[in-house]
């Protein structure tokens, strides 16, 4: 058994030193063929070196936290409207049309026919109410001639005043299907009707402009845009290159609550403003510029808003503090086109980091 674990030993030993020596033998020849490769560069060429990789220098733009003046602007376009304008309609009664005879944008004198209603049936008894008015007035003058007693003359003067009356009664209804412009002005609105069309009491069918008096109009796109506006604010208004002044007339705030959803929401988002003098070249439908100041802070404390940063309804700057950077939270105020104020969190003259 012992020669048997003896010879065993020896085998193994004898594997261990063969595989030593194939180690080795591979050693010397990856040397060997280093030491040729090397040989092969040519003549007077230096190995390269690696390159050393240097950290990047982070160059961090900042801002000095400094004080100044900010505000805040409604900038928007607005239309010249007239002030006076008048709705026409039928008061008494309606009927069938018979024309339009203005469109929108012309203008007109006053007392120009603008609509009128079909009146042939009401011109034919016009027509017969004064032969009847005729004939009660020769009855009269025969009374008068004949010197007839005074009952007699009293029912020939009533006769006479009863056709006078009714031929008025009927001259007045044709003077009623017939819209006239009260002044000279200019067609803002006409109702889309055709001939025959009915047409009810109290129906508007043209709206008419005074041109010479005019005020600016702008519509905003939310309620909340004009939130912050009251009357007599200053307005800077500029048109075909010129400035102007002028101020709020109406703000969503000075109307009285509507119940009628679509009128509220027509107030809410209706600014009319007064001109303290009006453009000679301006006319109804023309636009102009305007801006509003909503909001003054002088001595505030600002930043760019590029150095504001924001995450998860938290608002922080990064400052400065020699080489490094440290995080601060912010309260903001006013908040203009390029600069926000800062109300607490940074200090005057603190470096901060800008955003990319």
């Given at each position: 058994?012992?020669?048997?674990?003896?010879?065993?030993?020896?085998?193994r030993?004898?594997?261990t030193?063969a595989k030593?020596?194939?180690?080795?033998?591979?050693?010397?020849?990856?040397?060997?063929?280093?030491?040729?490769?090397?040989?092969?560069l040519?003549?007077?060429?230096?190995?390269?070196?690696?390159p050393?990789?240097?950290?990047?220098?982070?160059?961090?733009?900042?801002?000095?936290?400094?004080?100044?003046?900010?505000?805040?602007?409604?900038?928007?376009s607005?239309?010249?409207?007239?002030?006076?304008?008048?709705?026409?309609?039928?008061?008494?009664?309606?009927?069938?049309?018979?024309?339009?005879?203005?469109?929108?944008?012309?203008?007109?004198?006053?007392?120009?026919?603008?609509a009128?209603?079909?009146?042939?049936?009401?011109?034919?008894?016009?027509?017969?109410?004064?032969?009847?008015?005729?004939?009660?007035?020769?009855f009269?003058?025969e009374?008068?001639?004949?010197?007839?007693?005074?009952?007699?003359?009293?029912?020939?003067?009533?006769?006479?005043?009863?056709?006078?009356?009714?031929?008025?009664?009927?001259?007045?209804?044709?003077e009623?299907?017939?819209?006239?412009?009260?002044?000279?002005?200019?067609?803002?609105?006409?109702?889309?009707?055709?001939?025959?069309?009915?047409?009810?009491?109290?129906?508007?069918?043209?709206?008419?402009?005074?041109?010479?008096?005019?005020?600016?109009?702008?519509?905003?796109?939310?309620?909340?845009?004009?939130?912050?506006?009251?009357?007599?604010?200053?307005?800077?208004?500029?048109?075909?290159?010129?400035?102007?002044?002028?101020?709020?007339?109406?703000?969503?705030?000075?109307?009285?609550?509507?119940?009628?959803?679509?009128?509220?929401?027509?107030?809410?988002?209706k600014?009319?403003?007064?001109?303290?003098?009006?453009?000679?070249?301006?006319?109804?439908?023309?636009?102009?510029?305007?801006?509003?100041?909503?909001?003054?802070?002088?001595n505030?404390?600002?930043?760019?808003?590029?150095a504001?940063?924001?995450?998860?309804?938290?608002?922080?700057?990064?400052?400065?503090?020699?080489?490094?950077?440290?995080?601060?939270?912010?309260?903001?105020?006013?908040?203009?086109?390029?600069?926000?104020?800062?109300?607490?969190?940074?200090e005057?003259?603190?470096?901060?980091?800008?955003g990319?």
């Open positions: 058994m012992l020669n048997r674990l003896h010879g065993s030993g020896f085998r030993s004898r594997h030193r030593l020596r194939v180690a080795a033998l591979s050693v010397s020849m990856a040397a060997a063929l280093v030491v040729a490769g090397c040989s092969l040519p003549a007077g060429k230096q190995e390269l070196e690696a050393l990789f240097q950290p990047l220098q982070e160059n961090a733009a900042t801002v000095k936290a400094s004080r100044g003046t900010i505000e805040t602007f409604l900038r928007g607005a239309n010249f409207v007239s002030n006076q304008v008048w709705t026409l309609s039928y008061k008494e009664s309606g009927g069938r049309l018979k024309s339009i005879n203005v469109e929108i944008g012309q203008q007109v004198k006053a007392g120009e026919l603008l009128e209603l079909e009146t042939d049936e009401l011109e034919v008894q016009i027509s017969l109410q004064r032969l009847n008015m005729e004939r009660a007035q020769l009269y003058k009374a008068v001639r004949a010197e007839v007693d005074e009952l007699t003359m009293l029912l020939r003067e009533i006769d006479l005043e009863r056709e006078q009356m009714y031929l008025r009664t009927l001259e007045s209804r044709l009623q299907a017939r819209l006239v412009a009260p002044i000279a002005g200019v067609v803002t609105y006409v109702e889309s009707l055709k001939p025959g069309d009915n047409v009810y009491p109290y129906q508007t069918i043209a709206a008419l402009s005074d041109p010479t008096s005019l005020q600016l109009v702008y519509r905003a796109t939310q309620p909340a845009e004009l939130i912050a506006l009251e009357t007599g604010m200053p307005v800077a208004i500029s048109y075909k290159g010129n400035s102007y002044t002028g101020k709020v007339l109406q703000a969503p705030a000075s109307v009285p609550a509507r119940t009628d959803p679509a009128k509220a929401m027509q107030d809410a988002t600014l009319i403003i007064g001109l303290d003098e009006t453009p000679p070249e301006a006319q109804i439908g023309h636009s102009a510029d305007m801006t509003i100041t909503l909001q003054r802070r002088e505030a404390i600002l930043l760019p808003r590029s504001i940063r924001s995450f998860m309804g938290r608002n922080y700057v990064q400052v400065m503090d020699g080489n490094t950077r440290k995080d601060a939270d912010v309260e903001t105020g006013l908040t203009s086109g390029t600069d926000v104020e800062i109300v607490k969190g940074v005057e003259g603190q470096q901060i980091v800008l990319n």
